[in-house]
């Protein structure tokens, strides 16, 4: 967690259709346990802009998840991949210079893979959603959830919940 004179909340558009998120509203299940589960589940926010990386973090831990990481490049994420394997990455797909997002989430799937434990959910949060990066986006990684920036906090949160709930 970072400490910072600021918070990123209340700025935060909310679409007037979308009902809020609430712990409560977490998945089906009526077990506590497995929502806590759910909540404590590592995270990894990689991002190259510290400002959406920031409000991201905000979003998820104002829905209640406890364990979250930033990464701002695809070195420092496969770095703290390794020092604390992420149920979930949440990614950018351009991140400037070096791997991509799409690139470093394969890598740490890979290297979940190659030590037999589960693969993380991934998520993708871009401004470039063109026909090419959709296309290798399903070739490489099929199960990966896309959302557009700028990102409904409800919208982003259900998309974990689905993620960490499959």
Known sequence: MHSRDFRFLPA??????????????????????????????PILIVEDESMIAWMIEDILLAAGFTAVAMAPDGDSALAEAARTPPGLIVSDVNLGPGADGIATARTIIAARAAAGTSSPGVIFITGYADDMMRQRLSAELPAAQLLRKPVEPNALTRAVMRALAS
């Open 12 to 41: 935060l558009r909310f679409h007037p259709d979308t009902p809020p998120f609430t712990p409560d509203s977490a998945g089906d299940s009526p077990d506590p346990t497995r929502r806590t589960t759910l909540f404590s589940t």
